[in-house]
């Protein structure tokens, strides 16, 4: 934290700073939380007038977390309910997992275990699929609880089993013990008193190993009420009188509200209702303090806000599913048409061909005609192309702080973008398929279903296995073989992973290489110098690249069409050297300015020259 500190006065206002203040707001939020709570606003202000939305995320995160521990549960849930949405747009699951974790903890001291429920069951979700042990650990410990409470004891004890599991892999003492203490309850529930205590005791011998006073109280309360339960009013009130004073070293208003109620309770079984009385008025104060009417107002308000907007998000999500089938629908059929007509239109000329010099003047006129439907045909093929590969706008959902720079020869395109996520990991690739033009467009559509089955169907995420699969799904699906009249149609292509959560990047290449810049020099990641597609008979794994990457490191893939441009003075190719210095040039500018910079050298560079090639170029700021 004081090396943190120190960094403050010379750091510029950008998503570096952003991170060091939510940094030190996490950390100081229990320890300090009057520190923490101003540079995590400080964080929020700059992440807003920058538009970083997982800055937002997590500072709106910290902001909650400071309000939760002063039991200010509606504040806290304002902050909570925005880091939420934060995390969604920006589909950072690690915090979201965070978030829903906390709200759930919320609703469950507040006793809403309906809502509880369904917030944690969404976190312990995202916690299994991410493999994050420790996040799951802290979430299956409140959803227990959640089961517990409902009734649902053999759920709940499923729960404490597998977290049990957990924190014994993680060596994790404090995490074994509360383990032990909310086994017992389960026991106690069930009318297991004795089983109940020994699991009790068995958490108190953890706890004091390591002195954790809350531990202790909890346990000695467990203790205290299995024996009130057990019609044993006195040896209650003594390990109740235990624990209180290792609650009260922990300061949690919560269990000490809970001991207060334990002593009434046992100080009546025993006959000593003055003191009984007494108890109950400390218990019922402390409630009202805690759970004030106001409290509970707001938080029924954000209740009601976050219920509408989940319903106006799942009709949206409901809409945009029905539009998107309509457009595939409509794209096979349109696509069985079109090609059909091609054929017709290729069979009709060739007839016309045989024609005699006497219709010449009658043929031109059907060729006209013809021509005409050939370009309303590669039209209906564009739009087939653009409703069936992904729209940009899931590039700014997975890659907010990026460009796609996609500029056809034709119509349509035999380059193409692809972008998914797959058990937490976001993929991008750029592709160059055969040809351009409508036999390029059919490639890339080929190729574009092909790679939407491996990843989300066939869930590989490795860039090099994602390439050997593709490989031998082309030469399958086109019949390719040795023999020398067959086709040799495939694709180039430079393929990206993302693993954020330990900031590593996966790459591999199809004649496409990765170029990393980062402090002013380009890391230049080789391809493979063979294609998606038959290549002299051979199977040759493809190198699988893998690398960490750093904040504010800029990574490009691209086709081949902008570095073999015609153009300037002397009519060359652009080259890939130059496209390198291109790139050195314009790193101060962000993602956007780069790819208005990239078009606009581009064109100035072929001037009235034809474009000959497809262009893709995709930039992305890690």
């Given at each position: 934290?004081?090396?943190?500190k120190?960094?403050?006065?010379?750091?510029?206002?950008?998503?570096?700073l952003?991170?060091?203040?939510?940094?030190l707001?996490?950390?100081?939020?229990?320890?300090?939380p009057?520190?923490?709570?101003e540079y995590?606003r400080?964080?929020?202000?700059?992440?807003?007038?920058?538009?970083?939305?997982?800055?937002?995320?997590?500072?709106?995160?910290?902001?909650?977390?400071?309000?939760?521990?002063?039991?200010?549960?509606?504040?806290?849930?304002?902050?909570?309910?925005?880091?939420?949405?934060?995390?969604?747009?920006?589909?950072?699951?690690?915090?979201?997992?965070?978030?829903?974790?906390?709200i759930?903890?919320?609703?469950?001291?507040?006793e809403?275990?309906?809502?509880?429920?369904?917030f944690?069951e969404?976190a312990?979700?995202?916690?299994?699929?991410?493999?994050?042990?420790?996040?799951?650990?802290s979430?299956?410990?409140?959803?227990?609880?959640?089961?517990?409470?409902?009734?649902?004891l053999?759920?709940?004890?499923?729960?404490?089993?597998?977290?049990?599991?957990?924190f014994?892999?993680?060596?994790?003492?404090?995490g074994?013990?509360?383990?032990?203490?909310?086994?017992g309850?389960?026991?106690?529930?069930?009318?297991?008193?004795?089983?109940?205590?020994?699991?009790?005791?068995?958490?108190?011998?953890?706890?004091?190993?390591?002195?954790?006073?809350?531990?202790?109280g909890?346990?000695?309360?467990?203790?205290?009420?299995?024996?009130?339960?057990?019609?044993?009013?006195?040896?209650?009130?003594?390990?109740?009188?235990?624990?209180?004073?290792?609650l009260i070293?922990a300061?949690?208003?919560?269990y000490?509200?809970?001991a207060?109620?334990?002593?009434a309770?046992?100080?009546?079984?025993?006959?000593?209702?003055?003191?009984?009385?007494?108890y109950?008025?400390?218990?019922d104060?402390l409630?009202?303090?805690?759970?004030?009417?106001?409290?509970?107002?707001?938080?029924?308000e954000?209740?009601?806000?976050?219920?509408?907007s989940e319903?106006?998000?799942q009709?949206?999500?409901?809409?945009?599913?029905?539009?998107?089938?309509?457009?595939?629908?409509?794209?096979?059929?349109?696509?069985?048409?079109?090609?059909l007509?091609?054929?017709?239109?290729i069979?009709?000329?060739?007839?016309l061909?045989?024609?005699a010099?006497s219709?010449?003047?009658?043929?031109?006129?059907?060729i006209?005609?013809?021509?005409?439907?050939?370009t309303?045909?590669?039209?209906?093929?564009?739009r087939?192309?653009?409703a069936?590969?992904?729209?940009?706008?899931?590039?700014?959902?997975?890659?907010?702080?990026?460009?796609v720079?996609l500029?056809?020869?034709?119509?349509?395109?035999?380059?193409?973008?692809?972008?998914?996520?797959?058990?937490?990991?976001?993929?991008?690739?750029?592709?160059?398929?055969?040809?351009?033009?409508?036999?390029?467009?059919?490639?890339?559509?080929?190729?574009?279903?092909?790679?939407?089955e491996?990843?989300?169907?066939?869930?590989?995420?490795?860039?090099?296995?994602?390439?050997?699969?593709?490989?031998?799904?082309?030469?399958?699906?086109?019949k390719?073989?040795?023999?020398?009249?067959?086709?040799?149609?495939?694709?180039?292509?430079a393929?990206?992973?993302?693993?954020?959560?330990n900031?590593?990047?996966?790459?591999?290449?199809?004649?496409?290489?990765?170029?990393?810049?980062?402090?002013?020099e380009?890391?230049?990641f080789?391809?493979?110098?063979?294609?998606?597609?038959?290549?002299?008979g051979k199977?040759?794994?493809?190198?699988?690249?893998?690398?960490?990457?750093?904040?504010?490191?800029?990574?490009?893939?691209?086709?081949?069409?902008?570095?073999d441009q015609?153009g300037?003075p002397e009519g060359k190719?652009?080259?890939?050297?130059?496209?390198?210095?291109?790139?050195l040039?314009?790193?101060?500018?962000?993602m956007?300015?780069?790819?208005?910079?990239?078009?606009?050298?581009?064109?100035?560079?072929k001037?009235e020259?034809e474009?000959?090639?497809?262009?893709?170029?995709?930039?992305?700021?890690?």
């Amino acid at each position: 934290m004081d090396s943190l500190k120190k960094l403050l006065p010379g750091m510029q206002e950008d998503t570096v700073l952003i991170y060091v203040l939510n940094e030190l707001g996490r950390e100081l939020v229990v320890p300090m939380p009057e520190e923490a709570i101003e540079y995590a606003r400080k964080a929020l202000a700059l992440s807003t007038e920058m538009e970083h939305i997982r800055g937002i995320a997590r500072a709106e995160n910290i902001i909650g977390c400071y309000y939760d521990d002063k039991n200010n549960y509606a504040e806290a849930l304002t902050h909570y309910f925005k880091s939420l949405d934060a995390c969604e747009k920006s589909g950072w699951k690690f915090m979201e997992a965070n978030t829903l974790n906390y709200i759930g903890i919320v609703y469950l001291v507040r006793e809403n275990h309906k809502d509880a429920r369904k917030f944690l069951e969404r976190a312990r979700d995202i916690a299994e699929e991410r493999k994050d042990k420790s996040r799951l650990a802290s979430i299956l410990n409140n959803l227990g609880v959640v089961y517990k409470d409902l009734g649902e004891l053999d759920k709940a004890m499923e729960c404490y089993k597998r977290q049990l599991q957990v924190f014994e892999e993680l060596g994790h003492k404090k995490g074994i013990g509360s383990v032990y203490i909310n086994m017992g309850v389960v026991h106690d529930k069930k009318g297991e008193n004795e089983i109940a205590i020994d699991y009790n005791f068995k958490a108190l011998e953890v706890f004091h190993e390591i002195n954790d006073n809350l531990g202790l109280g909890i346990a000695y309360m467990n203790v205290a009420d299995s024996y009130w339960k057990h019609k044993e009013p006195a040896l209650s009130i003594k390990y109740m009188q235990l624990g209180e004073k290792y609650l009260i070293a922990a300061g949690d208003r919560n269990y000490i509200q809970e001991a207060y109620k334990t002593f009434a309770r046992g100080y009546q079984g025993i006959g000593d209702y003055r003191q009984a009385y007494d108890y109950q008025v400390r218990y019922d104060s402390l409630k009202d303090i805690i759970f004030g009417e106001e409290s509970n107002r707001q938080i029924n308000e954000l209740e009601t806000k976050y219920a509408t907007s989940e319903k106006e998000k799942q009709i949206e999500l409901q809409k945009e599913q029905l539009e998107k089938n309509r457009i595939v629908t409509y794209a096979a059929i349109i696509g069985s048409v079109l090609i059909l007509g091609l054929l017709l239109v290729i069979f009709n000329r060739y007839k016309l061909k045989q024609r005699a010099n006497s219709l010449l003047e009658a043929q031109n006129k059907i060729i006209a005609e013809k021509q005409k439907d050939i370009t309303d045909s590669i039209n209906y093929a564009k739009r087939i192309q653009d409703a069936i590969l992904p729209a940009k706008e899931i590039k700014y959902q997975l890659f907010p702080d990026a460009f796609v720079m996609l500029k056809p020869r034709d119509n349509v395109s035999g380059d193409f973008y692809w972008f998914g996520e797959q058990e937490g990991k976001r993929i991008i690739a750029a592709v160059d398929c055969t040809g351009h033009g409508v036999p390029g467009a059919f490639m890339s559509l080929i190729g574009n279903t092909f790679l939407n089955e491996i990843v989300h169907e066939c869930n590989i995420t490795v860039p090099s296995e994602i390439l050997s699969e593709l490989r031998n799904r082309i030469i399958k699906s086109l019949k390719q073989t040795s023999s020398l009249d067959a086709t040799r149609d495939g694709m180039d292509i430079a393929l990206l992973c993302f693993d954020d959560a330990n900031q590593v990047v996966e790459y591999a290449g199809a004649n496409n290489p990765l170029w990393i810049i980062r402090n002013g020099e380009i890391i230049e990641f080789q391809a493979d110098k063979r294609p998606i597609g038959y290549f002299q008979g051979k199977g040759l794994p493809f190198t699988n690249n893998k690398t960490t990457y750093q904040k504010g490191d800029a990574l490009y893939v691209f086709t081949d069409g902008y570095a073999d441009q015609f153009g300037g003075p002397e009519g060359k190719k652009f080259m890939r050297k130059r496209l390198k210095e291109l790139l050195l040039m314009i790193q101060d500018k962000n993602m956007e300015q780069q790819e208005r910079f990239l078009e606009k050298t581009f064109n100035d560079w072929k001037g009235e020259k034809e474009q000959v090639d497809d262009v893709l170029v995709i930039g992305i700021r890690a």
